[in-house]
């Protein structure tokens, strides 16, 4: 049970509204399977409105600013889920990855810590970021990144997982459910 609940959206002022709306919703795209509901994630945030905000906006620079293709942004914040044992990110980013195109093999070797069964640059991306929440990137890795990444895409990767790391702890601390059931980490609830 959820340590702080979701703010209803009716308590939040009309103008600031559109910031419990999915990513999906706000872009009034129809592009993920999570747009059409307002998200645990968001509703818990808006107990502080001002830091909700800011979020969003910083969210959304990594998303479209970090250099990643969708696929490569899915598969750090999958890996990040994974390696931190969120389930509430784990079951949104599963339905995002797949509507951006990432197979179920990926998804699943990610859950599974085979990064050695995708694609040479991914592989070496999954293993970057296992290593980065860790707090354990050693230089072999890191060069083997800057073999298939540019300086500034490292950097984005570094900062998207370092942004669903820390939200993955706040999640946890404040015991946020998802709003249907968990896909489970081998997707046996898809």
Same mark, same amino acid.
């Given at each position: 049970m959820a340590r702080l609940d979701p703010v209803d959206p009716d308590e939040v002022p009309a103008e600031k509204r559109s910031l419990l709306e999915t990513a999906s919703d706000a872009a009034g795209s129809d592009d993920h399977s999570l747009s059409g509901g307002r !998200?645990?994630?968001?509703?818990? !945030?808006?107990?502080?409105?001002?830091?909700?905000?800011?979020?969003?906006?910083?969210?959304?620079?990594?998303?479209?600013?970090?250099?990643? &293709?969708?696929?490569?942004?899915?598969?750090?914040?999958? &890996? &990040?889920?994974?390696?931190? $044992?969120?389930?509430?990110?784990?079951?949104?980013?599963?339905?995002?990855? !797949?509507?951006?195109g990432?197979?179920?093999?990926?998804? !699943?070797?990610?859950?599974?810590?085979?990064?050695d069964a995708l694609e040479a640059n991914h592989s070496v991306l999954v293993e970057y970021v296992e290593q980065f929440v860790e707090?354990?990137? $050693?230089d072999t890795t890191h060069a083997q990144l800057t073999d298939h990444y540019s300086d500034e895409v490292v950097l984005g990767i570094g900062a998207l997982a370092g942004n669903y790391l820390g939200l993955a702890r706040v999640l946890e601390a404040l015991e946020v459910e998802p709003e249907s059931p968990f896909v489970g980490w081998d997707l046996e609830n898809l």
């Amino acid at each position: 049970m959820a340590r702080l609940d979701p703010v209803d959206p009716d308590e939040v002022p009309a103008e600031k509204r559109s910031l419990l709306e999915t990513a999906s919703d706000a872009a009034g795209s129809d592009d993920h399977s999570l747009s059409g509901g307002r !998200l645990n994630v968001y509703r818990t !945030l808006a107990h502080n409105l001002a830091l909700l905000e800011g979020f969003r906006d910083y969210l959304s620079t990594l998303w479209h600013q970090s250099g990643l &293709t969708p696929h490569e942004r899915e598969l750090v914040i999958l &890996t &990040t889920a994974a390696r931190t $044992d969120s389930a509430y990110e784990w079951h949104q980013h599963v339905r995002i990855a !797949l509507d951006e195109g990432v197979p179920v093999e990926d998804i !699943l070797a990610v859950s599974r810590g085979r990064h050695d069964a995708l694609e040479a640059n991914h592989s070496v991306l999954v293993e970057y970021v296992e290593q980065f929440v860790e707090g354990t990137v $050693d230089d072999t890795t890191h060069a083997q990144l800057t073999d298939h990444y540019s300086d500034e895409v490292v950097l984005g990767i570094g900062a998207l997982a370092g942004n669903y790391l820390g939200l993955a702890r706040v999640l946890e601390a404040l015991e946020v459910e998802p709003e249907s059931p968990f896909v489970g980490w081998d997707l046996e609830n898809l």
